[in-house]
Each structure stands twice: as structure tokens, then as C-alpha cells.
């Protein structure tokens, strides 16, 4: 044994009977991101895998019977399984969701009966593991592009397609710098001794979510990427 | 160009503020500053008028000085509440888009500037300006993150980036539309050494006018022409190294001596 302490992981300097702790990432969103592949789901054009999805959740939402939900949730997995989705990063990114998911259908059976918790967390379930699918295999300006095309119709109503698309893309921006914004606030209130008190948590978060919203419109108005240019896509 | 007439913005004040007191005389250059205070109003810049002709302009304060208004009022995202901003003939309340195709605009917080998840994708958002076909997007993105060595990063998650990289993409991205005017707001305040030598390197060889807000006073010595505001003034308008020692010295006067609310 050496004479002072060891390098970091030297197993000779850890006291005896205890464990390495696994070191895993943070979770950043049930949404998974791009990862390239040449499965067919892959090569499916983003305008018919948002076509799926979108049929499944009106699908879903008329039919409601434990058939149905199991069966589009069966489905949304086998596409993941296709795709080759990487299933540990994919898992991780899922099990939050599905923590909620067995949660409603928990108070659903209580409520009701099996059927309706069977209907509602598969239905859940099976629509977030397709879109999961669909972000984990199609490139996020390649989804833009689509959705700018299809958002077409929008622009009766006053809504530019290219707005629309941008709000997505935001998004799926956003949602995991929210999520270390949370980590940070409940970091500052723990060392503070508050990590309990629901308003030392909530208050700094939300403000501080507020702020960087105004930040990312002072970034898209300096970047004029709101503005009315005429560009209308590839 | 940029230039300022008698350019000031104020706000309506929070119930209870004080108005905000004149800081002591000093040389102001060739900036102009004539103060006014309307009751009911807090000013964060008083009216200053000054042309800014020089390639590298500095402009260095204290925390709440105004200098980041001062910065805004630039590309139109402050409107002086009276007065005039233009760059190059244009007007930023009345040509404020066209102003904003000419002038890009850095922030400190360079998370918050990344709209898209990868920094190929947000490169090539910025391109969309320029009509140009999607082929021809995707090949000048990839040959503007050649320009700044973050090849390797195009299609990694922004959100898995350091601060440094996030701040040269940043630059990247804004840079991309090639504008006449860059402001870059506290840029390397987030940033260590490293980062902060290397996207102070990138500045000073830009080809753009270039008006840097820096609290890192060896990047506001490197500049033509050096601008100090204080407490809503500007209170000097100079050469660098006189500048920075004229801001030192208001520093440590006011560390001795707190300033009264």
C-alpha cells in the first residue's frame, strides 16, 4: 500500500464494504434524441411518421378499449425494436413517463375499474414511445422542414408555418436546459437547508425559467428569425 | 457607423425607488451626456449622444451602469425612449429589421441564444435568411463551423457542449449572415481563461465594427476607442489605456466609499 491517498477509483484506498455508486446522466426528457440508422423507420419520410402519429392519437382517443391501447402500444414498440433505438439511453429517457403513466392508471383503477387504468396508461404510453420513436429517427431539420410543409393550411388563421416549426424545435430545445434549471434550483435551495420547501423550490424555478424566456426572445428578435423574410423552406 | 442623438431611455419606476443621483463631474470626451430626471421615471441611460466610427470600440461599467442598454439600444432591442439610435443611416425604431440584418448581437448567457439541438441545426437556421437551397445551406453550415474548429461538434446535442463551445457556436450562428456592425454584451464573462483568450482572439480579428461591453479590461485596452458609463452616464470617452484607468480609479472610490441607494 502506498503512503498517502490514492488516485481517484483506486479500490485499495475505499473503506471496506462499500460500493462505487454508479454514475449515471441526468435525465433530459422523455423525447429521445437523433440517432442516425439505416432501419427503414429511418428512411420513412418525416411527413408520414407524423401522420402515424397523428392517426394513432385520434385512434386512441375514439376508441378507448384496453384492445386498442395494448395493440398501438405493442406497435410503438416494435417500431423502436426496427429502428435498433439504442434501448439504455432510450429506457432512461422513458422511465419517468412510464412512472406517470402507472400512476394515472393506478387512480384510474381505483376510480373506475381495470379497463379504463388499462386504456388510459397504455394509451399514454404507447403515444409517447412513437414520438420518442419518431425524434430518434428522423433529423431535426429534416421534422422542421415537414412540419413548415404540412403547417401550410396555419396560415389562414395568422400563424406562419415557419413560426410553427421554430416553436417545436424551441421546444425540444428547451426542455432539458428546464430540467437542469430544476436540478440547479433544488442544488441552491438543498445547500440552503430548504429543499423541502415547495416555495423555495418553485419560486426560484419559475422566475428563473421566465427570465430565460425573455433571454431566448431577445435571442430570436437579434437573430431576426421571427421576422417576415419570404424564406418558406428548402 | 453607430450613432447616438441624444439617445435616453427611461422607465416608468417601481413604487418606492429613488431617483437616481448624478454621478461627480468628470471627462466625458466626446460624448455628450445632458442629464434629465422627470419624477415617476428611473433613468437607465441619460441622453448621450456620440458617433462611433472606430472599428474596435469598448464599452466597460459597473454592474447596472446601463452599459448592456447602452449595447441594446444598438440593434433596437431597447427603443430610446427619445432620442435617435442609427447604424449606418438606419434607424432602429423605424428600420428596426433592417437594422438588425446589419448589426448581430452577442449575449453573455450563450445557452439561451441556441434555439436548435444541434449546432449544425442552428447554423443552418441562421442561414435560412439568405435564400439560398437546402444544399447550399448544409455545405456553407458545415464550412462556417470549419471557420471556428467546431467541426467535430455539428451534429453533437447543444446541450452536451461547454460553455466555451456554446459561446463560439453563438458566434458562429450570428456571425453566419455576415452583418456589418457586431455587439457582443459581457461575451466572456461566463468563460474561463482558455475560452475567454480564444473568443477574444476571434474579435480582434473580425472584419465587422465591433463594439465589445467587457468587464475583461486587457480585451477593452486592446480596442480603438473605450467608453466608460456609470450610474446611466457616459462619464469617459477615450483612448483605452486612459479609459481604464480613469474606470479603476471610479471602481475603488466607490468600494471605499458605498454608494448611496
Known sequence: ?234 | MIEFLAAHVAVAAPAGAAPTTAPPAAHAGAATVTPTALSGEVTILEPTTVTLTERRVAVIGANGSGKSTFARLINGLVLPTSGYVRVNGLDSHDDGRAVRRQVGFVFSDADAQLVMPTPLEDVTLSLRRLRLGRRERADRAREILDRFALTHLADVSVHALSGGQKQLLALAGVLATEPAVLVCDEPTTLLDLRWRTRVNDLLAGLDQQLLHVTHDLEAAARADRVLVIDRAHVVFDGDPASAVAHYRELMTGQAQAPDEP
Not at chain 1, 473503506?15 to 433530459?28: E, K, L, M, N
Not at chain 1, 442516425?36 to 386512441?60: C, T
Not at chain 1, 437573430?223 to 424564406?231: E, I, K, P, S, T
Open chain 1, 1 to 234: 500500500m502506498s503512503a498517502g491517498p490514492g488516485p481517484v477509483g483506486e479500490t485499495g484506498s475505499q473503506p471496506p464494504g462499500r460500493r462505487r455508486r454508479a454514475v449515471r446522466p441526468r435525465w433530459t426528457g422523455p423525447l429521445g434524441l437523433y440517432s442516425p440508422g439505416h432501419s427503414w423507420v429511418h428512411r420513412l419520410g418525416p411527413g408520414w411518421k407524423l401522420a402515424v402519429l397523428a392517426v394513432v392519437s385520434i385512434l386512441l382517443t375514439v376508441f378507448q378499449r384496453p384492445a386498442v391501447a395494448v395493440a398501438a402500444l405493442a406497435g410503438a414498440l416494435a417500431v423502436l425494436g426496427v429502428a435498433r433505438v439504442p434501448l439504455r439511453a432510450t429506457g432512461r429517457s422513458l422511465l419517468p413517463v412510464v412512472v406517470v403513466a402507472l400512476t394515472f392508471g393506478a387512480y384510474q383503477w381505483w376510480a373506475r375499474d381495470w379497463q379504463s387504468a388499462l386504456v388510459t396508461s397504455a394509451s399514454l404510453l404507447a403515444v409517447v414511445v412513437l414520438a420518442t420513436g419518431i425524434t430518434a429517427t428522423t433529423r431535426t431539420d429534416r421534422l422542421l422542414d415537414s412540419m413548415t410543409r404540412s403547417a401550410g393550411p396555419l396560415r389562414f388563421v395568422g400563424i406562419r408555418p415557419q413560426t410553427f416549426a421554430l416553436t417545436v424545435a424551441l421546444v425540444l430545445r428547451t426542455v432539458p436546459a428546464l430540467i437542469d434549471l430544476a436540478w440547479d434550483v433544488r442544488d441552491a435551495a438543498r445547500a440552503r437547508g430548504l429543499d423541502r420547501s415547495p416555495r423555495a423550490l418553485l419560486v426560484p424555478f419559475v422566475l428563473r425559467a421566465v427570465a430565460r424566456a425573455h433571454t431566448t426572445a431577445d435571442a430570436l428578435t437579434a437573430r431576426g428569425l421571427l421576422d417576415d423574410d419570404g424564406v418558406d423552406g428548402p
